[in-house]
């Protein structure tokens, strides 16, 4: 065996050093891209555990709609509860009550501008995936599949970014914080009387309520504009409105 100079055995050190250091990166960076389901799972943990969010059955949040670029302010209130039944009473001096809701698998809005209507085809759709209680905790039951689709900036904050594909209506595209496990943007597209519209949503201001973390502020980018969504309170598990969730008499006029 021909004798290894210093130089040679030095060389072949640095080499299988530089071997393992590239493996071992290697190896690091396909453990730092987690799956889409692992994303979504550590979001549950992140946001306050399986064990807090079942322990909530219903909630009522109030909150303001604002639209600065047209100087309009909307007062909310939600109601909701499992598995799907949801109202929502949107009050303004300039356009009255506008109301919503899901109740079984009807979707239905009235106002002054619309009148009763009840909602067919892929609004109902997407309104029924919105309705379910807490849907991104229980995503099994709802998605077929959650696809990591990378890392991406949103602003200044590095995310993980997850496809979530429903069993109906269309994907949704989640970016979760990487350091706080937390949704910080939502894309999803909604079905207008203009058709088709891209629709992205910021979540911010998160805030510890009952075991669970919720955001308080949503700034929603559609159409050019901003609409900043301002939630003041929250409760859960409290005594709901009799009837809170029945169809009004001019919804159940519509199906006759």
Known sequence: MRHLSGRRIAWLVISLSALIVAAVHGEAAAEKAPTGAEIIDRYIESSGGLKAYDAIENRKATAS???????????????SARPNAAYTLIESDMLGRIEK????????????????????????????????????????DHFDTAEFEGEEMVGSIDCWKVLLTPKAGDPLTIFFEKESGLIKRVDTVVEMEMGRIPVEAHLSDYREQDGIMISFKTVIKVLG???????????HNIEMPEGIFDLPEEIKALQK
């Open 65 to 79: 709609l604002s639209i600065p670029l047209q100087g309009m302010t909307f007062n909310v209130t939600i109601w």
């Open 101 to 140: 809701g899901v109740s079984g698998d009807v979707v239905w809005e009235k106002s002054i501008m619309t009148g009763p209507v009840i909602k067919e085809g892929s609004e109902r759709e997407t309104t029924l995936r919105e309705a379910v209680f807490e849907k991104f905790v229980y995503w099994r």
């Open 225 to 235: 504009q901003e609409r900043i969504f301002t939630t003041t309170s929250v409760e």
